[in-house]
């Protein structure tokens, strides 16, 4: 009888050991290693074998005769934004996201959209769900296929038959092949099931989309394991109580890897959000302390947003930061400028900040505006509402520039702002360049002074 194979593999970041570990070699993470049985049947048989195989020779980079990447035009212009100007042929990519954001409705959705035959394997829910998933996007199409399977092997075998264009999987936990004994959504099985999919998608030139889920148990290996094995990493996120979603690359191999796509959730199905400025900035009362609207970059698109504060007497011995989209650690850096560099006794009040709409953006060119946000509810003046922001902090007060200016004035003056505070260091940006006016400071007590002096 033959014994059971048993691996131990880190859940961290899916390396493997023959025993088991309390620090990962690899990662150097603590007690994440987890047993699993991973005895093959009959060896290490390649499920997908249609295209047999051959040798590989070196060959000279030189002489490599460029073959234009095949690109596939979408029917979602963020989609197409985030994959870096299109679907690659052959290429797997992985969207994660936490339960309930909407990755099955964003695919359903686009092989409902696609004008070609797409195969949807789904492992969760079943026929009449996905129907009526369908019927609530609204949109009729004959050419798209629904199969509910979670058996990996089963599906290849029906790929052996019929081809489809484009193969969705929802999702990759569900999945698990016969070869290997452990549970679906262990390491090991969602290492092969993506391995075997992506010999398919290598071998037919198939596009290939997984949904992967993301626990915070930790127990299911999250799709960390994955993102070394495909070719594009997307995480699809937003706040629960907010209807914006956010399509974010976090690696692709065909594009940049700092775009986002902006969805709105509707009730039938998602919207794509071609001019996210106008709606996040829509909602605005006049003459507010507090409350003040950033030029920020996400990618290379321009995002205009406001970002409100509240500073108010500490009622409590320690005075909160709480801030909402913004990262609190960089709150804290500013407050310390504000209070050192320009004496404001920041120190002794509570201050929130909030950047309206759900948006969460790491630009440092966001600076700018939440300290004016700061000082206004400080002051409780309001700041004049044709005025947008964009420039980054530094240690000793000074505003620094930041990348894409001329995209974030552009946009500005696109939206209807009469002026702009920018950086005075953003080199070879002059006023007669442009219709909006630009005011152009180098230490934030200029900024202050401009603002409310
Ligand atoms: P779903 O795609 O099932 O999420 P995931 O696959 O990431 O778990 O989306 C679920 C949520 O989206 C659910 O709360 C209902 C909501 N929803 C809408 O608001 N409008 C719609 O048209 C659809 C299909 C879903
Ligand atoms: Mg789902």
Redesign the pocket.
Known sequence: MSKALVKYFCKNCGHSATKWLGKCPSCEEWNSFTEEVVQKSGGAKKLWSKSGHTKSEPVKINEIIEGHEQRLELPDNELNRVLGGGLVSGSITLIG??????????LLQLALNLQKKVLYISGEESESQLKM?AE??GINNSNCYVMCETSLDNLLQYLQKDIPEILIV?SVQTLSSEAIDSPPGSISQIKECTAELLRFAKSTNVPVFL?GHINKDGNIAGPKVLEHMVDTVLQ?EGDRHYNYRILRTLKNRFGSASEIGIYE?????LREIENPSEILISEREDHLSGSSISCAVEGIRPILLETQALVSTAVYGTPQRTSNGFDLRRLSMLLAVLEKRCGFQLGIKDVFINIAGGMKLEDPGLDLGIVASILSSYQNISINKDIAFAGEIGLSGEVRAVSRIEQRISEAEKLGFKEIMISKYNKGIEQHQSKIQLVKVGKVEEAFEWLFG
Request: glycine share 24%; hydrophobic share 30%; aromatic share 4%.
């Open positions: 996201g936490e339960p309930g954001i909407g990755k099955s409705t964003l998933r609530r996007i929802d949904i699809f959730m509707k009730g039938t199905g």
